[in-house]
């Protein structure tokens, strides 16, 4: 399932999946990188070498929902009805 979240000042879109992360399961820290959330990014880095790969399996079921919230703190909101119902109805955010 994914979303659309867009910037209103930028009007950038950005396209979210919401959910396990395959790609953070199988790539570690590269998906954050490819996103540019670099906070995340150099988070999953270290715990990736200090855990052996292990934090991959850990990552995989929280980075999606950890990105998403990033976003939304910057200020992005829902693009679109369907991505505003998702993120109310997953928690993300509060219905108005």
Known sequence: MKVSLTNPHTRQIKHAKIGFS????FFAFIPALFRGDMKWFFIQLVCFALSLDLSSLIFAFIYNKLYINSLLEKGYVPADKHSAKILSHKGYIVPN
């Open 22 to 25: 395959w790609t953070t399961l």
